[in-house]
């Protein structure tokens, strides 16, 4: 009895549409990070490259899933010609590594942020080094090894080559130790603010709302158990089908790695953005106020500018703003001329710190 060919059925449209669609979500993200660290705090540093790096490797990620998506992925192997399926086999081989790097970065970043918010405080430095290392040695055997299994490496994509190969078991254990310790890492990256940001001298606010957002790395956590129960499936005989979780939720778990580790510089953002409307409204207020009173006065003269100082006077009422490295501050000028008007004093705190 012949045996019924399964349904012609391809699952690429929805590979194509997580790989781009969370690929644009991340790129969102790691764009205000770096306007964050660079135009705003002015302070870059080693973590920022590091997520600029991964996203350029979840770029090629995606662009290489794509490729294969185009060769069959996605769909029965019943239905995929052998060249394309060795194609299909060659991209594989080239994903995998280049995958573990792209959701393994960003993780490092983390820990170097959290080692810096720590400032002068040592306990704690390294033990997130220490899971890091552990991490990335893992991930290394596992990359490693997709070569490493057979001799000469070219089987994994010509399988009808022949070859001396190891067990597969071997290959499998490794990357179930990795991928099961890199979502221990998501959780002690996602726990582990909350015990430095209460020794940070920062609004209990700031503390709440920072630790809430990296805490959000729970989602990377439960996208990394979910990845690593589907690793088995790469030695499932459908693999151009069976292959489709494994790659969805590898592209979960780095999009959710990339932006958690963005989010805590969203809120510095969304401060900037509420002070300059806030300037731009006082700014068109001063202008209309000094327009009206001169209408009012019959032609008078009234000043309207910012001078150097930063300084505004705009009918009888005075602000000025002075500048120090530590902070900003409105406060006012040496006293003009008591003509009767209302004095405004505002005052803007601009903290120095990493987000």
């Known amino acids: 009895m012949s045996q019924v060919p399964p349904p012609d059925v391809s699952r690429g449209a929805g590979i194509n549409s997580v790989a781009w669609i969370g690929f644009a979500v991340t790129l969102l993200f790691v764009v205000v990070r770096v306007f964050s660290r660079v135009a705003l705090l002015r302070q870059p540093g080693w973590d920022d490259a590091i997520i600029v790096f991964s996203t350029s490797l979840n770029l090629i990620f995606c662009a290489l899933s794509s490729a294969a998506v185009s060769q069959g992925l996605g769909r029965h192997l019943f239905y995929v010609a052998p060249e394309a399926a060795s194609k299909i086999l060659y991209y594989a081989a080239i994903l995998q ?10 993780k490092l970043a983390v820990a ?3 080692v810096h918010l720590m400032g002068p405080k040592k306990t704690g430095r ?9 991490l990335y040695i893992s991930s290394a055997l596992s990359a490693i090894f997709i070569f490493a299994q057979c001799d000469p490496p070219s089987h994994f994509w010509n399988p009808t080559q022949p070859a001396k190969c190891m067990s597969p078991l071997v290959l499998q254990r490794i990357t179930l130790f990795a991928g099961s310790w890199s979502a221990f890492v998501d959780l002690c990256l996602a726990i582990f603010p909350i015990t430095i940001f209460w020794d940070l001298q920062m609004p209990l606010r700031k503390k ?9 790395g729970v989602l990377a ?11 088995p499936e790469e030695q499932d005989p459908d693999f151009t089908y069976a292959f489709y979780d494994l790659l969805i939720w590898t592209f979960v778990e780095t999009d959710v790695v990339i932006v958690c580790a963005s989010l805590p510089f969203l809120p510095r953002v969304f401060t900037y953005i509420r002070q300059k409307e806030y300037r731009y409204g006082v700014k068109n207020t001063a202008y209309y106020n000094s327009k009206r009173r001169v209408d009012n006065a019959g032609g008078a003269k009234t000043s309207c500018g910012f001078g150097k100082a930063g300084y505004t006077a705009f009918g009888g009422s005075q602000i000025a703003i002075s500048r120090t490295n ?18 405004k004093s505002v005052r803007i705190e601009q903290t120095h710190d990493f987000i």
Do not use: N
Not at 97 to 106: D, K
Not at 208 to 216: A, D, V, Y
Not at 221 to 230: D, E, L, P, R, V
Not at 326 to 339: C, I, K, T, V
């Open 97 to 106: 590594p280049l995958g573990i790097a792209a959701y393994t970065l960003p």
């Open 112 to 114: 170097i942020l959290l």
């Open 126 to 134: 390294w033990f997130l080094y220490g899971i890091c290392v552990v």
């Open 208 to 216: 709440i709302s920072i630790s809430f957002l990296m805490g959000l």
């Open 221 to 231: 956590m439960i996208a990394a158990i979910i990845k690593t129960s589907h690793l």
């Open 326 to 343: 530590e902070s900003q501050e409105l406060g006012h000028l040496p006293q003009a001329e008591d003509r009767g008007g209302i004095v």
